[in-house]
């Protein structure tokens, strides 16, 4: 059964650090990973999609990366901004059906 | 480009009745999946439906059931609600193949469920 961990479960940091969320997953047969972000009580917003082939993705001030032979996933965010605060979720696909595996999620709080 | 809209947003029914959530995909997906968010857990893999046929469930009982529309658009409905049912229902929509989602997942704002 494929399992999705993510650590911390909770980070609180000043606005301006870089930080680093990890996620870490069972199954070597990946298909592709996301991450997504929450805000409290709202949907999912997909943030970045790394696909088995790819070592990492960047869109603005995030960075995730993927580590196939480890099993771990890591999203940057340099530069932490108070709109960052929110629940991000990494999420994993394997090549079998392909459904979505989540992980809880590691909430974040940015100070100004 | 039109996002994933779900509805109704909120609701409230009691034990034992019956609900239905709906959810229109984004523009040019044909892939709609549904998941269930308890409070402070990750989303867990209802079911996903492609070109109308269910290809893919997890592990929930037959009293959660789905449609898929000609146009895409979903439905679920939860049949003999238990408390345990109240959570967020999360709708999501992409492009797959035969079996296969093959990219991104696009998620809607979610129907939040309470059942008292």
């Known amino acids: 059964k494929q399992e999705v961990t993510q650590i911390p479960a909770a980070l609180s940091v000043p606005e301006g650090e870089n930080l680093v969320l990890n996620c870490s997953f069972t199954?070597?047969?990946?298909?592709?990973l996301q991450w997504f972000r929450q805000d409290p009580g709202k949907g999912l917003t997909s943030l970045l999609l790394?696909?088995?082939?790819?070592r990492e993705q960047t869109s603005g001030r995030l960075n995730a990366s993927l580590d196939k032979s480890s099993g771990r996933s890591t999203l940057y965010i340099a530069a932490s901004q108070p709109g960052d605060s929110a629940t991000y979720l990494c999420a994993f696909r394997g090549t079998g059906f392909q459904k979505l595996v989540f992980g809880t999620g590691t909430r974040l709080l940015v100070s100004p | 480009e039109t996002g994933v809209t779900q509805s109704p947003t909120h609701l409230i029914k009691t034990r034992g009745q019956q609900v239905t959530l709906r959810c229109s995909s984004q523009s040019g997906h044909n892939t709609v999946s549904w998941y269930q968010q308890a409070l402070g857990q990750g989303p867990q893999f209802i079911f996903q439906y492609y070109r109308e046929e269910e290809n893919g469930r997890g592990n929930f009982p037959p009293r959660f059931s789905g449609l898929q529309f000609p146009n895409y658009s979903s439905e679920l409905n939860v049949n003999a609600l238990e408390l345990d049912d109240s959570a967020l229902y999360l709708c999501?929509?992409?492009?797959?193949?035969?079996?296969?989602?093959?990219?991104?997942?696009?998620f809607g704002e979610g129907s939040r469920l309470t059942v008292l």
């Open positions: 199954d070597s047969a990946i298909y592709n």
């Open positions: 790394i696909q088995s082939s790819q």
């Open positions: 999501a929509s992409s492009l797959g193949t035969v079996g296969a989602n093959t990219g991104e997942l696009f």
